[in-house]
């Protein structure tokens, strides 16, 4: 049971661009977002999160919308670098709730041309 | 300096045999946590403890089993190993601001 779905599955924009990568969930105790950042052999880095009781987040060039009636977010990340290619999770947690599981998505994997 | 330790980095092991994988926190977080990568499963949750008790367990097989002799610690034991739990395996942490992860340990298993 696939419960966090994220597309594309890999994508490819210019520097400078902005990219927007997309997730989507199905259980709706899910109250945290965070999304990761990971590169070869390393583990993942938190990026940024997203509770659900705001709509945006934002951090430098990183940017979450959370949709909570659609149970969809997307992480938009503007004038993209060729540092920022990577594969991107999003996951979803149910916070305060005795729930301690994180569900992941697949990822999206994003390379940036310069 | 490294918040989350994990040791080895790399380990190659027999079919069949047991290894132990070690992970340390010393982010003061109570929650632990253990994943494993593949090409096969992305990110695969297995564990999650609190207080150092097991809160969640989403692994199937028993071979697996994880170990808590301190707050900050949460080992990974795995018997009988196969072929198949060949993966890069995750140790994380978390606290009301987010989870981390370790560097992983990538196992093979010949």
């Known amino acids: 049971q696939q419960q966090v779905r994220q597309s594309p599955q890999s994508l490819t924009v210019w520097e400078g661009e902005t990219a927007i990568l997309n997730c989507s969930y199905e259980?709706?105790?899910?109250?945290?977002f965070p999304w990761y950042q990971q590169f070869p052999g390393e583990g993942p880095a938190l990026l940024i999160s997203i509770r659900s009781v705001s709509d945006k987040k934002e951090d430098g060039r990183f940017t979450i919308f959370f949709n909570k009636r659609e149970k969809k977010l997307s992480l938009h990340i503007t004038d993209s670098q060729p540092g920022d290619s990577a594969t991107y999770f999003c996951a979803a947690s149910a916070l305060n709730t005795g729930n301690y599981k994180y569900v992941f998505g697949a990822g999206t994997r994003l390379k940036v041309i310069a | 300096d490294p918040k989350i330790i994990q040791k080895p980095k790399y380990l190659v092991a027999v079919t069949g045999s047991e290894k132990i994988l070690i992970c340390e926190q010393y982010l003061g977080h109570n929650a632990m946590y253990w994943y494993r990568q593949s090409a096969k499963k992305p990110l695969e949750f297995m564990f999650s403890?609190?207080?150092?008790?097991?809160?969640d367990n989403q692994t199937a097989s028993s071979r697996f089993q994880p170990q808590s002799s301190k707050k900050n610690h949460l080992d990974l034991q795995i018997t009988a190993l196969k072929p198949d739990d060949s993966a890069t395996y995750f140790c994380?942490?978390?606290?009301?601001?987010?989870?981390?992860f370790g560097p992983g340990t990538r196992l093979t298993v010949l």
């Open positions: 403890y609190s207080y150092q008790k097991l809160m």
């Open positions: 994380a942490s978390s606290h009301y601001r987010g989870q981390y």
């Open positions: 259980d709706s105790t899910f109250n945290y």
